[in-house]
């Protein structure tokens, strides 16, 4: 079965800091992996994907992630945190050798302190 | 905008009313999904239509009826419903096909009194 884990409910970093968001999977086939965030009361909003290629992947507002085969990882990564970027994220997946459903882990709260 | 629009943004409903939550999508996609989100809890995937036809209902209660009469438009209709259904319902779209992520609305938040 597929699934996706983020194991910290919360992450907390100051302003200018750098920022780890963790997210782990299982998946049969080749993963397609997705990290998503959202502000409150919105909706979720794209931020960057893996399909194949190269294993780090830029996205949107300067967030990056890097795909790992071997830890079956897909960590999300920015340089320096803003207090704007203070939001939930969620990882997601899906597998080459299914319908196409997107599978979510349960989000992570970041939040960023002046 | 995402392109994805849902209708309306903020609802309170009776335990005895009926509603009809609107999600529509010019962005010709081929999938649509309703979620619920509820506080402190993870994403709840309620129903999938691809090409217009429901191919997925996790289990979810009769008091909430989706349809889908083409492939831009989705409801959830409404009826006596109970607080704890109260949430953010989020929609999405998304094309057919593996490699296609989800484009969501900015949802609906339901208040049950």
């Known amino acids: 079965a597929q699934s996706v884990a983020q194991p910290e409910d919360q992450v907390n970093v100051a302003e200018g800091n750098p920022l780890t968001v963790k997210c782990t999977y299982s998946v049969s086939g080749n993963p397609y992996l997705f990290w998503y965030v959202q502000y409150p009361n919105r909706g979720l909003q794209f931020l960057l994907k893996?399909?194949?290629?190269?294993?780090l992947v830029k996205g949107s507002y300067g967030f990056e992630a890097e795909f790992n085969k071997s830890q079956t990882s897909f960590h999300l990564k920015k340089p320096s945190a803003l207090v704007s970027d203070s939001a939930l994220y969620f990882c997601a997946v899906k597998s080459s050798s299914n319908t196409g459903k997107l599978i979510f882990g349960q989000g992570t709260t970041l939040q960023v302190k002046p | 905008e995402t392109g994805v629009t849902q209708t309306p943004r903020h609802l309170v409903m009776g335990m005895t009313n009926k509603k009809s939550l609107k999600c529509e999508q010019h962005l010709g996609h081929n999938a649509m999904y309703w979620y619920k989100q509820s506080a402190k809890k993870p994403l709840e995937l309620m129903f999938v239509?691809?090409?217009?036809?429901?191919?997925e209902n996790n289990s979810v209660p009769s008091r909430f009826s989706p349809e889908c009469p083409n492939s831009s438009h989705l409801f959830l209709h409404l009826h006596t419903l109970q607080p704890e259904d109260s949430a953010l319902y989020l929609c999405a779209s998304s094309p057919s096909g593996i490699p296609y992520g989800y484009t969501f609305g900015s949802g609906t938040r339901l208040t049950v009194v």
């Open positions: 893996y399909i194949t290629g190269d294993n």
């Open positions: 239509y691809n090409f217009k036809e429901q191919t």
